[in-house]
């Protein structure tokens, strides 16, 4: 079981974070850089079920996690969350959960908006659509800002994982 349990923690984070990192450092740029045209590439990953996938994965991710600490602490023992390895484990696994808080809570609603008000433009007025580009505006700064916050919160958690054993 435990075998199992590292399997879906490791091969979830690695898509979870690897993903975050790649929107944030190349896809939200290219995006942006693409101006109205890269609304229809975030239609088409909406579509194709990202933004759906991607909480899963992370939930996944984070109780594997839980359940790892958990077996590995013996039910959560404080002799063992005060030992160097248990505190690394321990601030990784709250850098993954603040992860997940900021992009459910803030950025996933930020970007569906964003794809509302894309949807909204095709069929605007000029008077609304200078309002809906403002708006536009205001939002893709937040997008840029939270998917930067994930991405670092994110590369933190696995990279303080990844070295706790060595502590």
Known sequence: MIIVLRLIHILCGVFWVGT???NSVFLGPAIREAGPEGGKVM???VKNGLPKIMPVVAILAILAGLALY???SAHFKMSYMQTNVGMAFGIGGV???ITLILGATILAPTLEHMGKIGQ??????PADKERL???LQGLRGKAKTFSNIVAVTGVLAS????????L
């Open 120 to 125: 909204q433009m095709a069929s605007a007025s």
């Open 159 to 166: 990279a303080i994982m990844a070295i706790a054993r060595y």
């Open 70 to 72: 958990d077996h590995n």
């Open 95 to 97: 850098l993954a959960i």
């Open 43 to 45: 239609g088409i990953l």
């Open 133 to 135: 580009t403002a708006e």
């Open 20 to 22: 975050l990192i790649f």
